[in-house]
């Protein structure tokens, strides 16, 4: 049977993307995660969702030898999905090196380990961030890309061109990088979604514990150019990227793809504002927020929203849930962890 590895599997995206690999491939997952922000309860969570087992190593990637010494010997890896990173932007402009250091380290390592088991095929998760403030609005795979506005977004620049001359240079070798817009959401099922170990830098994970009573939600900016002044996203529901990576994989695997290292955007195509977010939350949860308005965040752009014809057209991918169904899904996600809180 064929493997895939999946990093950072215990993580937000990873977790949902498990699921979908459980359900939709034959496939036999090996999750690996050395749990710096996120917890072996995702895990549970996935079993208690899906019917097919899986494999889990705990790792932190930016230690080369143990990374041999606990991959080494797998068999039939047929690829690799490399969500394991940092991510968020206020802690990258705090701490830069952090960000340089565990997100351009362990692609190194993975990449190199690839090379050593002649691993062909490879996801990269990479971030609408890379686009920076673009000139002209939605951006599409070939919008040139602005100057990086945080270290996190910086990050992913790099990796995406570690990665393409990687791929010049081993013409066995394939690669898709996915772009991400703004994931939010949880699982439908309301089992499982984000479970951040420390205090939540996203938007959605706070206006969900603001409605609880455990978080207080500041809009970062009201002044901005935009038609209500606050920031504008494409948010998009996390079971949708999961969609994209198995679509992506089976692309890959398939030979599909005409190109040797292919590029996606993920988004919905629609640019939401952070109050616009705040009010569809509002409607669907029937909760009425109390939010403060603050300053502008350093290293937020103004607004970003993706063009996702591409996606559609190459992978046969279409986004199915809608704004309301992304809050709606974090309510449920949000209300589940008060549910098992209590008990
Ligand atoms: C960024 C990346 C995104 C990546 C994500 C990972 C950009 C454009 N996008 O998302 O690709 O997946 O990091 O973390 O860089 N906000 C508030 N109050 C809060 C929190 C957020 O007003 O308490 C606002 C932010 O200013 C922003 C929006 O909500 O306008 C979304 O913020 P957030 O959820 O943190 O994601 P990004 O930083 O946009």
């Not at 997100?103 to 691993?119: A, D, P, Q, R, V």
């Amino acid at each position: 049977m064929q493997s895939i590895i999946v990093t950072g599997g215990a993580g937000y995206i990873g977790s949902h993307t498990i699921i979908e690999l459980l359900n939709n491939t034959d496939l036999n997952v090996i999750s690996v995660d050395n749990f710096s922000n996120s917890s072996s309860a995702a895990y549970e969570k996935i079993k208690q969702i899906c019917s097919r087992s899986f494999e889990t190593i705990e790792l932190d990637l930016c230690d080369k030898q143990l990374l041999e010494k606990k991959l080494g010997s797998l068999e039939n890896v047929v690829g690799i999905i490399h969500f394991a990173a940092y991510k968020s932007v206020p802690e990258s402009v705090a701490d830069p090196l952090l960000y340089y250091h565990n997100n351009n380290t362990s692609l190194i390592n993975i990449l190199e380990f690839c090379k050593i088991k002649g691993i062909q095929n490879f996801i990269f998760s990479s971030s609408c961030s890379v686009y920076g403030n673009a000139d002209a609005l939605p951006v599409t795979e070939k919008t040139p890309l602005a100057k990086a506005e945080s270290p996190y977004a910086h990050t992913k620049q790099m990796g995406e061109e570690m990665i393409a001359f990687f791929c010049k240079a081993n013409p066995s070798f394939r690669a898709t990088l996915l772009r991400y817009f703004n994931p939010v959401g949880a699982h439908i099922s309301g089992k499982i979604g984000e479970f951040p170990l420390n205090r939540p830098n996203n938007l959605v994970p706070i206006i969900t514990q603001t409605a609880v009573g455990k978080n207080s939600l500041v809009v970062f900016g009201n002044d901005y150019p935009t038609r209500d002044g606050s920031c504008i996203r494409d948010y998009i529901h996390v079971s949708d990227i999961a969609d994209a990576h198995v679509k992506a994989l089976q692309n890959l695997i398939q030979k599909k793809g005409l190109e040797q290292c292919q590029l996606f955007n993920l988004g919905t195509g629609n640019g939401v504002s952070v109050l616009e977010a705040i009010a569809s939350f509002e409607k669907v949860s029937g909760t009425k927020l109390k939010y403060t308005i603050g300053g502008r965040r350093a290293g937020d752009v103004v607004a970003v929203y993706a063009n996702n014809t591409r996606a559609k057209e190459q992978l046969n991918w279409v986004p199915k849930y809608s704004l309301d169904d992304m809050m709606a899904s974090a309510w449920k996600w949000q209300l589940n962890i008060e549910g098992s809180n209590n008990s």
